[in-house]
């Protein structure tokens, strides 16, 4: 999983980006790690947007089918960190220790650079939170230098996390500094998220020191409002949330049209095979019965070849003088085997031919014979 953010000011861009990563979830030919990542960018959305039970349930399935890829060790560390921020953000300390004693410093080594960013910020943040202001300010350093040199955007999240440091130590000028720095960055990079985020610090800070009076506590109230009402996590969430129910239902309606589909298929299938078997067995039995007529039909010849080429004349001679007939070699053997009384059958052993050879020159002997006439007689 990469760590890649979407950017959240434009509504529109996110559901068009929702359109395409469910269409990478349900196509068939995404692999695992395609999938995986889908899910990824999907959890990260719904966290900008504060929607933190989608965001948890598409980063749960994002390591379910990460954990199917040949990268789900990595895929692994890189879920643990992600639930660590979101504890984090949803202020569950105890599950934030819990978590962090999970995370080894080998697994570190394999974060990019903004997902190890991030893991020292919250660490920032529980050192904050034990007195060690001094380790705090160490691990936000570390932070600053790596999102300055690789993840810019990311930058206000730091100084967020300063002016709680410099809150707890009582160093106002260098909480409107981080506050002033932190906002410069933001507005740079157009995250209005960011920039509603340090308003937001601003009037907690002015109210929990007891200046509400001042000025920059004023504006920053007013900005907040403002913000508030553009940026409307809930609302553009609610709108995403509304464009995947469409976009389920739409595949269901699809799934409903290719599985009816289906099923006229297979009816036309079944009785057309139906109609098949029908066809075969009418034509099996047609094709029997022809053969049980030529059979009989073979086995008369055979008979009148048999009865005639053994009829004797007054003399005690065979009437049939073969001589007088254009009969082959082997026409007059296989008539001397009809004579002998023979099968078809073992004619063709006899002479080493198919039985279908024999059946061959039975019908021409007959012929040539006229023995359908001379039957008759």
Same mark, same amino acid.
């Given at each position: 999983m990469d760590n890649d953010k979407p950017t959240l000011e434009d509504n529109t861009e996110n559901e068009n980006k929702i359109k395409k990563l469910e269409s990478i979830i349900h196509n068939t030919a995404s692999s695992p790690y395609d999938i995986c990542r889908a899910y990824y960018q999907k959890y990260l959305i719904y966290k900008e947007l504060y929607n933190y039970d989608q965001a948890i349930e598409n980063l749960d399935l994002a390591l379910e089918f990460g954990l199917l890829t040949d990268k789900k060790e990595q895929i692994v560390i890189q879920y643990k960190i992600e639930k660590l921020l979101v504890h984090f953000d949803l202020l569950e300390y105890d599950k934030v220790s819990e978590t962090l004693a999970k995370i080894k410093d080998e697994d570190l080594k394999s974060l990019n650079p903004t997902s190890l960013s991030f893991y020292w910020m919250v660490v920032a943040r529980m050192e904050i939170r034990k007195g060690n202001t001094d380790e705090a300010d160490a691990y936000l350093n570390q932070a600053l230098d790596v999102l300055l040199e690789h993840d810019p955007r990311q930058v206000p999240l730091v100084y967020r996390k300063k002016i709680e440091l410099y809150k707890s130590l009582g160093q106002h000028e260098k909480?409107?500094?981080?506050?002033?720095?932190?906002?410069?960055?933001? /507005?740079?990079?157009? #995250? @209005?998220?960011?920039? $509603?985020?340090?308003?937001?610090?601003?009037?907690?800070?002015?109210?929990?020191?007891?200046?509400?009076?001042?000025?920059?506590?004023?504006?920053?109230?007013?900005?907040?409002?403002?913000?508030?009402?553009?940026?409307?996590?809930?609302?553009?969430?609610? /709108?995403?949330?509304? #464009? @995947?129910?469409?976009? $389920?239902?739409?595949?269901k309606a699809q799934e409903a049209a290719e599985e009816k589909r289906n099923q006229n298929l297979l009816i036309f299938l079944v009785g057309t095979l139906i109609i098949l078997l029908f066809l075969s067995f009418f034509f099996y039995k047609a094709a029997k019965q022809k053969r049980i007529l030529a059979e009989q039909e073979m086995d008369s010849m055979r008979n009148a070849l048999e009865r005639v080429t053994q009829e004797l004349n007054e003399s005690g001679q065979t009437k049939l003088d073969l001589n007088t007939y254009t009969l082959t070699e082997r026409q007059l053997q296989i008539i001397d085997l009809v004579k002998q009384g023979k099968s078809n059958k073992e004619i063709g052993e006899d002479l080493f031919i198919s039985v279908n050879t024999v059946k061959y020159h039975l019908k021409i002997i007959y012929e040539t014979l006229h023995i359908s006439n001379r039957s008759e007689l």
């Open positions: 909480v409107i500094e981080s506050f002033e720095t932190g906002l410069a960055y933001a /507005k740079k990079y157009e #995250v @209005e998220a960011y920039v $509603l985020g340090l308003y937001d610090d601003m009037t907690y800070y002015y109210s929990e020191i007891g200046d509400v009076k001042n000025p920059q506590y004023a504006e920053a109230v007013q900005q907040v409002k403002k913000l508030s009402t553009a940026h409307d996590g809930t609302n553009r969430s609610g /709108k995403l949330l509304r #464009v @995947e129910k469409e976009l $389920l239902e739409k595949r």
